[in-house]
C-alpha cells in the first residue's frame, strides 16, 4: 500500500537549521529525479511511521522521487514480528517454523505487490527484511534501517533472520553498539529526528493548552512527571509507576502515562490491563491514550504541561520520545539504555540512573531545585536543536543515498 504523503517543504525549516537545510539543496542537486522508496511495517502507531511522515516530504522537496510503501499483512504475521522485535532485543522465546513460514510468505507477496520499481528502496526493521530476498532486480540498491537496540540480541533467531539479509549495500543502526555480522563491514550510525513542525512540536496557543488541561483534568498547581512510552515489556511502566510513589511521598505530583495503540503491536493490550491493574484507583496517575482521543497536539501539550520527562524503559531503540519531551525544555530522567544515553547528557540536561530509587531521587533533586530545572531544560532544548531535528536527519539519508548510487 502506497502511503499518501502531506507537502512538507525544507525552507520552513531554515529557522531552525539553515546550515543543514543549504547541505541537503546542495545534495538534492546530484540526486535529482532519483527514485527512492521507503518500506516499513505500519503507517501509524510507533516512531518509524511518524520519521516517516516528515522524511519522505523532505526528500520530495529536496529534488528525489520519494515515496512510503506499507506492508499487507494479517495480524498473525504482526504477532510473529512482535516476537521477532522482543527476540531481537534479547528475548528468550521460540519462534515456530509455522511463524518463520508466515514470516516468508507475507515478505514474498508483498515483494510482488508493492510498488519497488526504484533506484534505492530502503527497508525499515526486521518486517519488511526480506522483500530484497524475493525480488530479481539487479539495479535496485537496498539499504537496510534498523530501529531496534540489537546490541545482544537472541543469536538463534539473529542469525536466522540475517541469513537470508544479503542484498543489501547499507545496514543504518541508531548507534555503533547496536551493530553485528553480518552487516558490520556495511553500517553506518544513524540517529533518528524529530519534526519541530509537526504537531507533536510545534508551539502551541495558550488557547490550545488550556483545552488539553480542561479535557483531561490536568491540575497545573502541581508537578505533572510524563511518560511517553508504548504498553510494551520493554519500557517497564510498572517501574514508573514505582518511581511516581516513591516521589509522592515527598511531593504532591500527578502522573502522565501517554501512549498510543500501534497497528503492529498487539501484545500492547495485554500490557495495558496489566499497568491498570498495577495502578489500582489512584487519581493522579492519568492514563491518556489515543482511546480517550489522545493524538499528537495532545502529546505535545502534554508535554509542554509537564514539569520534566521520565523514561524507566529497560531496552530501547533510540527513544525520540526523549528528544520530543527536551525540544520542550524539559529536562527527563532515564534509565542509560540504548539511544537514551546518547541524548541526555547526565547532570547537564537531564539524569541518567539505574534503579527505582534512584530515579526518584534524581526527580526530587530537580523538584527540590528550581534553577537546575530551569537550566537542565534550556541546555535539553539546545542539544536537540543541534543533533536531532529533521534536517539532519534527512542530509544524512542523502548522504548514504549517495554513497550507494555513486
Do not use: C
Given at each position: 500500500?502506497?502511503?499518501?504523503?502531506?507537502?512538507?517543504?525544507?525552507?520552513?525549516?531554515?529557522?531552525?537549521?539553515?546550515?543543514?537545510?543549504?547541505?541537503?539543496?546542495e545534495l538534492g542537486k546530484e540526486l535529482r529525479g532519483l527514485k527512492v522508496v521507503h518500506v516499513n511495517a505500519?503507517?501509524?502507531?510507533?516512531?518509524?511511521?511518524?520519521?516517516?511522515?516528515?522524511?519522505?516530504?523532505?526528500?520530495?522537496?529536496?529534488?528525489?522521487?520519494?515515496?512510503?510503501?506499507?506492508?499487507?499483512?494479517?495480524?498473525?504475521?504482526?504477532n510473529v514480528?512482535?516476537?521477532?522485535?522482543?527476540?531481537?532485543?534479547?528475548?528468550?522465546?521460540?519462534?515456530?517454523?509455522e511463524e518463520w513460514e508466515l514470516f516468508e510468505k507475507v515478505n514474498e507477496e508483498n515483494a510482488?505487490?508493492?510498488?519497488?520499481?526504484?533506484?534505492?528502496?530502503?527497508?525499515?526493521?526486521p518486517q519488511p527484511g526480506y522483500i530484497p530476498y524475493f525480488r530479481s532486480d539487479t539495479h535496485i540498491k537496498y539499504i537496510w534501517r534498523c530501529h531496534i537496540d540489537t546490541s545482544t540480541p537472541?543469536?538463534?533467531?539473529?542469525?536466522?533472520l540475517t541469513s537470508k539479509m544479503t542484498k543489501y549495500e547499507k545496514a543504518l543502526f541508531h548507534i555503533m553498539d547496536y551493530v553485528r555480522a553480518p552487516f558490520d563491514k556495511i553500517a553506518v550510525e544513524f540517529p533518528p529526528s524529530i519534526d519541530p513542525l509537526s504537531p507533536k512540536n510545534r508551539e502551541l496557543s495558550e488557547a490550545e493548552?488550556?483545552?488539553?488541561?480542561?479535557?483531561y483534568k490536568?491540575?497545573?498547581?502541581?508537578?505533572?512527571?510524563?511518560?511517553?512510552?508504548?504498553?510494551?515489556?520493554?519500557?517497564?511502566?510498572?517501574?514508573?509507576?514505582?518511581?511516581?510513589?516513591?516521589?509522592?511521598?515527598?511531593y504532591d505530583i500527578q502522573l502522565a502515562i501517554v501512549s498510543a495503540m500501534a497497528k503492529d503491536d498487539p501484545e500492547g493490550w495485554i500490557f495495558f490491563e496489566d499497568i491498570l491493574r498495577y495502578a489500582g484507583v489512584d487519581n493522579d496517575i492519568l492514563f491518556l491514550t489515543d482511546l480517550k482521543g489522545v493524538g499528537h497536539l495532545e502529546v505535545n501539550a502534554i508535554q509542554r504541561l509537564s514539569t520534566l520527562g521520565l523514561h524507566t524503559a529497560t531496552r530501547e531503540g533510540f527513544g525520540l520520545v526523549i528528544s520530543e519531551m527536551m525540544w520542550k525544555e524539559h529536562p527527563v530522567v532515564a534509565r542509560p539504555v540504548g539511544g537514551v544515553k546518547i541524548q541526555i547528557?547526565?547532570?547537564?540536561?537531564?539524569?541518567?540512573?539505574?534503579?527505582?530509587?534512584?530515579l526518584a531521587d534524581a526527580i526530587c533533586d530537580l523538584l527540590e531545585n528550581q534553577s537546575r530545572l530551569r537550566e537542565f531544560g534550556k541546555n535539553a532544548k539546545e542539544k536537540v536543536r543541534k543533533t536531532y531535528l529533521s534536517t539532519a536527519h534527512v542530509k544524512r539519508y542523502l548522504e548514504v543515498i549517495k554513497s550507494v548510487v555513486k
Open positions: 500500500m502506497t502511503v499518501e504523503l502531506p507537502v512538507k517543504r525544507l525552507g520552513d525549516y531554515s529557522i531552525f537549521s539553515k546550515e543543514d537545510v543549504e547541505a541537503i539543496f505500519t503507517a501509524y502507531g510507533g516512531g518509524v511511521a511518524e520519521l516517516l511522515m516528515t522524511i519522505v516530504p523532505l526528500m520530495k522537496d529536496a529534488g528525489l522521487d520519494a515515496s512510503w510503501e506499507v506492508l499487507e499483512a494479517p495480524m498473525e504475521f504482526f514480528t512482535k516476537k521477532l522485535h522482543n527476540t531481537l532485543q534479547g528475548a528468550d522465546i521460540e519462534i515456530s517454523e510482488k505487490k508493492l510498488n519497488l520499481d526504484a533506484d534505492v528502496v530502503i527497508i525499515h526493521d537472541n543469536l538463534k533467531v539473529w542469525n536466522r493548552l488550556k483545552s488539553v488541561v480542561e479535557r490536568i491540575d497545573v498547581s502541581r508537578p505533572l512527571i510524563t511518560v511517553v512510552a508504548r504498553f510494551d515489556p520493554w519500557k517497564d511502566l510498572f517501574s514508573a509507576i514505582d518511581v511516581y510513589r516513591k516521589v509522592k511521598e515527598r547528557d547526565d547532570g547537564i540536561n537531564g539524569y541518567l540512573r539505574q534503579s527505582v530509587e534512584e
